[in-house]
C-alpha cells in the first residue's frame, strides 16, 4: 500500500494556527487530525507524536516571527523609529477582536504549569532568537551591553503588552505604558495614528 503523501510544511503551518489559539493541552488529537488532514498513522510516521509536531510548530512560528522582525527593520533609515511603530502597531492590534497574542507567550505559560523543561526551553530558543534580531539592530545605536539591554526590555514590553491586550485596557493606557517603559525610543518622532501591521489584524509576533 502507497505511503499517503502530504506536503509537511503545509501541515506544520496548520498546526501552528490550532496550536496558537487552543495551546497544546486543549487541542486534542482529533482537533489535530481534522486541522492538518492527516490520519493518525501518518502523523506518528511523520511526527512521532502530539508533541513532536508541537515542537515543530513553535519552531516553525518562531522562525516566522524572526524573519517578520527582520524584514520588518530591513532597509529602514532611523531603526529606533521603525521599533517605536511596531510596537504601536501591535499595541493597537492587541485591542482588536480577533487578537490571538502571541503563542510564544501563551506557550510559556503553559508549558512551565506543566512541567515541560523540554518544550519550554524550545520556546525560549525562539524568544531568544526575537531578542538578538533586536539586539543586533540597537547595537548600531548603542553600546554592546546598552543593547542587550535594552533588547531584553524591549522583549519585556511586547510581551506585557501580549497580555494586557487581552485585559480590555484602553489604547491611550497601552501607549502610556509603553512611552513609560521604552523611554529611549523616539516617541514623539511616531505617527500613531498611522502605525498598522502590515499582515492580518489577528497575527502577532
Known sequence: MAKAKFDRSDVVAAATELFWRKGYNCASMQDVFRATGLQPGSLYNAFGNKEGLYEESVRYYGTQAVKKTEDSLAGVGNKLEAIATMVLAEAKTSLEPEFKSCMLVKSLLELNSMGNER??????????????????????????????????????????LYVYGLMQTSQEELIANLRGNLPWLPWDSVDSDSATLATSSAASY
Open 119 to 160: 518544550l519550554a526551553q524550545v520556546v525560549n530558543d525562539q524568544v531568544s532568537a526575537i531578542t538578538a534580531v533586536y539586539e543586533s539592530v540597537l547595537a548600531e545605536a548603542f553600546d554592546a551591553q546598552a543593547a542587550r539591554e535594552k533588547a531584553t526590555q524591549l522583549m519585556m514590553a511586547r510581551m506585557g
